[in-house]
């Protein structure tokens, strides 16, 4: 095996010296360097990063994996400066187990109602209605990867009828599921909330625009944990004011942080977090980042590697 060469952290979200004990815990002779202490360019071999600004890559003449410190790599594919190595991200159960505690949350609060009695509690107001047997509620979880499908599962476990679209034919015990574009009018029609996880790539860029809205049945509630431009979000915004999208769940936005003068702020029926449902974990996913840069000193191929034509 080659000497192991150092790693070069960049993130403007994460904790550098969480993620340098967390992955040095798991190999010792890993160097791990934040961009900004970077003295010997030639002898970082791997790029751990989160955004990196452009042009971040180019004097790192010898390196031999980038790694993205997260599981949606949208910010990464498009780039003109990708060097032409392998990239990974992370998968870790960890992380899907937290987003699925997200949609949960979410999917509970409509089926429960959450949202009508907090207002009632409002007026004040004893307002009784009975709640409803959770397999009458039709769920649609649309991307069905390594996120989406532990959601599923969770919904499933709740009980709920459970719905999956995506790009590939997928088996998930107790979802029904469907893929491709031709099924996507079907399934939208069927679906009282659905929950947006699929990756942002070329193809689902502005997918869910004014046409796939008012496809679902309506007061259908949305809750998007994925992408903001996955949703056209002038067509979500006039979906909400006509009703017929009822109530949103929003964690993702068209731009980051949401500008302030955005309509949705003011809106009752819409609950906002600021890109938050799941986050890296620097404890659970640094054994997989350690592996791969094993796996790369022992010349063989890396786990979770994306493909960047496909752009997921
Ligand atoms: N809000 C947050 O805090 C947060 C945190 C982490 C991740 N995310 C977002 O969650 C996304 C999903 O993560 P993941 O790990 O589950 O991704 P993943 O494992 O790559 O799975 C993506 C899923 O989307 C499906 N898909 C992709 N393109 C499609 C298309 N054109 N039509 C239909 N289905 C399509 C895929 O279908 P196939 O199975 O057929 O390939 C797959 O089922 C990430 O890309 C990221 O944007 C958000």
């Not at 009975?130 to 969770?154: K, Q």
């Amino acid at each position: 095996m080659s000497s192991l060469g150092q790693m070069v952290f960049y993130s403007d979200f994460d904790d550098f010296n969480v993620w340098k004990e967390a992955l040095q815990h798991c190999l010792p002779e890993l160097e791990i360097v934040h961009s900004t202490a970077v003295t010997h360019p030639e002898k970082v071999h791997y790029a751990l990063v989160w955004k990196p600004p452009q042009g971040f890559f180019a004097r790192f003449d010898n390196l031999k994996l980038v790694i993205n410190l997260g599981a949606g790599v949208d910010s990464l594919v498009g780039r003109p400066d990708l060097p032409d190595l392998p990239i990974t991200r992370l998968s870790d159960p960890n992380m899907a187990r937290m987003m699925a505690g997200y949609v949960l949350f979410a999917v509970l609060r409509y089926a429960r109602e959450i949202p009508y009695f907090e207002q009632a509690q409002q007026e004040p107001a004893w307002s009784y209605r009975h709640p409803r047997s959770p397999e009458d509620v039709h769920v649609g979880v649309l991307g069905l990867g390594e996120l989406g499908a532990y959601a599923a599962t969770e919904l499933v476990r709740q009980g709920f009828t459970v719905h999956g679209w995506s790009r590939s034919q997928k088996e998930i015990e107790g979802v029904c599921c469907s893929y491709g574009t031709a099924a996507l009018p079907a399934f939208l029609g069927q679906c009282e909330t659905i929950v947006v996880m699929l990756p942002l790539t070329p193809e689902t860029r502005g997918l869910l625009d004014e046409h796939h809205l008012n496809l679902l049945p309506r007061g259908a509630n949305i809750i998007n944990v994925s992408r903001g431009e996955v949703i056209v979000e002038d067509a979500l915004i006039n979906a909400l004011k006509t009703g017929q999208i009822g109530q949103a769940t929003l964690d993702v936005f068209t731009k980051e942080p949401l500008p302030l003068d955005s309509p949705l702020w003011a809106m009752q029926q819409v609950l906002i977090t600021p890109h938050l449902a799941s986050v890296a974990l620097p404890l659970s996913s640094s054994p997989q980042i350690v592996d791969n840069v094993l796996r790369i000193c022992g010349g063989k191929p890396v786990l979770h590697q994306i493909e960047v034509m496909r752009g997921y």
